[in-house]
C-alpha cells in the first residue's frame, strides 16, 4: 500500500516515523515550508522535512493547497506530485495547511488524520493545551477519516490516556507515541480491509481554539486550581507569565495548596527554595519554577539566588 503523509511539528515526525518502521511504503511527504526560527531567526526545516530527508523521501512544501487561493501555481505543483505518486492512501497529523477537496480525494482510500483528542471533544487546534486547562481528567488520540469539516470526520480508532499532572510538553510526547502506534494499527486494518468507521456523537462537540500569547498572563484572581492548570497547559507554549515591579517573570511549573487565604491575589505570602508561594482567590498557588526574560528555566533555589522576591510584593 502507498502511502502520502502530510505533517509539520515533532508530534507528526513520530508517527512517520512509525509508519517507516512498519515497512509501508512511502510514496510522498508534504509539510510546511521552511521557517525562520532560533536566535540568529535561519531557515529551518520541520520535523518531518527532516526525517524525510534522512530517508530518501520525496518532500513537497506548499504554501497553499487551494487551487484558487493565493499560491495556485504552489497547489498545482502539490496536485501534480500526488497525481505522479498515486497514493493509496495520505495519513495527516499536524500539517497546519487546510485540505482542500481535491486533497482529499486524491488517494484511492482518502485521508486519515491522527487528533490529539478523543473525539468530538477538543476538535481544532490546540487539544492538547485546552483539555489540560479545562482539567480533564483523560484525553487520548482519534484516528478519524477525514472530510470537508473541521475535525468532523468518521472515527476509525480511538484510545484514551490519563493526563494526571502532565504538562502540554509531558502529555505531547505521551500521545505522539500513541498516535503512532494507532495510526500504524489503522494502516494494518486498511490494508486488510477491516477497517471500520463510526461517525461522530452530536453531544459532547467541544473546540480547542489556537492559544494566543495573551493568554499568558496569570489572572490571581481565579481559584488556584485553575491557575495551576494554565501553567500546565502553557508548558512550553506560551508559557504563563505575570508581572512584579515592571518585570515579566515565567512561571513553569507550580501546585496548589489548600486553605484560605485573606490576601490580596497575587501577594507573595511566603519566599523558600521549595517554592514561592502566592496568594490565588481560594487558596494559595506555590511556584517551583521560574524564568526571566531572557533567562533560563530555573528551579525556585536557583532562581532566588539571582533574583530577591519577598513577601508582600504583589503581582500584578
Known amino acids: 500500500m502507498k502511502i502520502a503523509f502530510a ?22 511527504v508534504l509539510t510546511q515550508p521552511d521557517r525562520p526560527a532560533g536566535r540568529g531567526m535561519k531557515l529551518q526545516a520541520s520535523p518531518v ?17 487551494r487551487l484558487d487561493g493565493k499560491y495556485p501555481d504552489d497547489a ?46 477538543w476538535r481544532g487546534a490546540a487539544p492538547i493545551h485546552r483539555a489540560i486547562e479545562a482539567g480533564d481528567a483523560e484525553t487520548g488520540v482519534t484516528i478519524m477519516q477525514m472530510d470537508a469539516g473541521l475535525d468532523t470526520g468518521a472515527m476509525l480508532l480511538r484510545e484514551a490516556l490519563a493526563i494526571g ?12 507515541t500513541l498516535g503512532g502506534r494507532l495510526i500504524v494499527q489503522a494502516l494494518h486494518q486498511a490494508q486488510a480491509g477491516t477497517l471500520h468507521a463510526e461517525p ?11 492559544v494566543e500569547k495573551h493568554e499568558a498572563q496569570v489572572d490571581w484572581s481565579q481559584h488556584a486550581d485553575a491557575i495551576v492548570r494554565r501553567v500546565r497547559a502553557f508548558d512550553p507554549f506560551p508559557g504563563a507569565s505575570s508581572l512584579l515591579d515592571g518585570e515579566t517573570l515565567k512561571l513553569w511549573a507550580a501546585h496548589a495548596r489548600p486553605g484560605e487565604v485573606g490576601d490580596k491575589p497575587g ?40 533574583f530577591d522576591l519577598k513577601p508582600g510584593q504583589v503581582f500584578g
Open 7 to 28: 505533517g509539520t511539528p515533532e508530534f507528526a515526525r513520530v508517527a512517520l516515523q512509525a509508519i517507516a518502521a512498519a515497512g509501508f511504503e512511502l510514496v510522498q
Open 49 to 65: 522535512k527532516q526525517f524525510a530527508v534522512e530517508c530518501g523521501w520525496p518532500v513537497a512544501q506548499p504554501r497553499s493547497l
Open 76 to 121: 498545482a505543483a502539490a496536485r501534480a506530485v500526488l497525481d505522479e505518486a498515486k497514493p493509496d492512501l495520505m495519513v495527516v497529523a499536524a500539517y497546519g495547511l487546510i485540505l482542500p477537496q481535491w486533497v482529499l480525494d486524491a488517494p484511492r482510500l482518502g485521508c486519515l488524520n491522527i487528533h490529539a483528542s478523543l473525539l468530538p471533544r
Open 165 to 176: 499532572d502532565d504538562s502540554t510538553a509531558r502529555l505531547h510526547d505521551r500521545l505522539a
Open 200 to 210: 461522530q456523537p452530536a453531544d459532547g462537540v467541544s473546540y480547542a481554539h489556537k
Open 267 to 306: 501577594t507573595i505570602l511566603a519566599v523558600g527554595p521549595a517554592g514561592v508561594e502566592i496568594a490565588a482567590a481560594d487558596s494559595t498557588v506555590v511556584v517551583t519554577e521560574l524564568q526571566r526574560a531572557g533567562g533560563k528555566r530555573l528551579p525556585v533555589a536557583d532562581f532566588l539566588r539571582g
